[in-house]
């Protein structure tokens, strides 16, 4: 069964895991969606906290409960570091294909990942 999850959803969540287990999931993805989840999370800032309520909605319908903070404004999210890290973690081959995919709808976004140095 293939469910299907919005780029945005896929971005906010992959931006909350430590790399290494981010860039092993966003190899894992369709590559159409690629340049789509990437771009979300390079755009990434400041997550309404409805947005966030909203998607726990959600996965608790699919996964475990958990309580969500109601006294949370924003949730920061820093966008453009996060696909870096998650993108350093991930084999060459998948790091370049998904660098193509972005590069098909931001090839500046792409060209400054490329020469980001691996931390």
Not at 10 to 38: C, N, T, W
Not at 66 to 94: C, F, M, P, Q, W
């Amino acid at each position: 069964m293939t469910i299907q999850v919005l780029p945005q959803i896929i971005a906010f969540v992959l931006a909350h895991l430590k790399p290494r287990k981010a860039s092993l999931i966003i190899q894992k993805l369709p590559l159409e969606i690629l340049g789509d989840v990437a771009g979300c999370i390079v755009s990434m800032n400041h997550v309404n906290p409805e947005i966030i309520r909203e998607i726990e909605r959600a996965l608790e319908k699919k996964l475990l409960s958990r309580d969500s903070e109601d006294n949370i404004d924003y949730i920061a999210v820093e966008g453009a570091e996060n696909i870096i890290k998650t993108l350093n973690h991930a084999d060459s081959d998948s790091r370049n294909q998904i660098l193509r995919e972005i590069a098909k709808d931001d090839p500046e976004l792409a060209e400054v990942i490329r020469r980001s140095k691996r931390k």
